[in-house]
């Protein structure tokens, strides 16, 4: 069993829609909760973080945690054709530095 | 931004014939890391550095080396590239704590014909 799953998609919605990503993890150990972002062929970059259970916002951006789950969202609403990219769940916690990566969902908004 | 940059960005090889990836950080930052990106499997750990001559294994290490003699450059090489090595190839170093924010570069598409 992987120690991160992330739902594969890929998802396609119309703009303005909102969007749920997921992710589970197994080691309750881990600490910080984040969400990648990554457009075609660039490298990913941190889009939120979070460290605690409950949710964080960021403009259309909201991450929420739920460690008695362990589970973690992000959610997109009003989504725009630029949201377009790959998502990937990240956290941190059992290896010094190391973050451990869910296998990224695909989202396409079509205008 | 942390600068971060990858060569080569492209690079096409045949299989047997060794390949060295080279990333190159600005920030000074102890921590840099190489992983694999592959359809259905999500970014994938080679090897990881935690410090000049500092390396060590991540979970697909096989077929892969590194060096790390310059805090500003990691090495990836494959000794003898094979078709399974095709790949899109992320370098990546890290801002120490409390956070650990990876910063990726853009990425080298290797090609094993």
């Known amino acids: 069993q992987k120690e991160v799953e992330q739902d594969p998609g890929p998802l396609s919605v119309p703009e303005g829609a909102i969007v749920s990503l997921n992710c589970t993890y197994s080691n309750s150990a881990f600490q910080y909760f984040m969400w990648y972002r990554q457009y075609s062929r660039k490298g990913p970059e941190l889009l939120m973080y979070?460290?605690?259970?409950g949710n964080k916002e960021d403009g259309r951006f909201t991450a929420q945690v739920d460690k008695s789950s362990k589970y973690i969202s992000l959610f997109i609403r009003d989504s725009q054709p630029s949201d377009s990219a790959t998502y990937l769940c990240?956290?941190?916690?059992?290896?010094?530095?190391?973050?451990?990566f869910g296998q990224g969902t695909i989202l396409t908004v079509h205008p | 931004d942390a600068g971060i940059t990858q060569s080569p960005r492209h690079k096409v090889t045949e299989t047997g014939t060794p390949v060295t990836l080279r990333c190159h950080q600005t920030e000074n930052h102890r921590y840099m890391y190489w992983y694999r990106q592959d359809p259905g499997h999500g970014l994938r750990l080679i090897h990881y550095s935690y410090g000049v001559k500092d390396t060590d294994k991540g979970e697909v290490s096989d077929g892969y080396s590194v060096s790390r003699s310059k805090t500003e450059d990691f090495l990836l090489t494959l000794e003898s590239a094979t078709s399974s090595q095709t790949s899109v190839y992320f370098c990546?170093?890290?801002?120490?704590?409390?956070?650990?924010?990876?910063?990726f570069g853009p990425g080298t598409r290797l090609t094993v014909t």
């Open positions: 990240a956290i941190y916690g059992t290896s010094y530095g190391k973050l451990t």
């Open positions: 979070t460290y605690s259970s």
């Open positions: 990546a170093s890290q801002r120490e704590g409390p956070l650990w924010e990876q910063y």
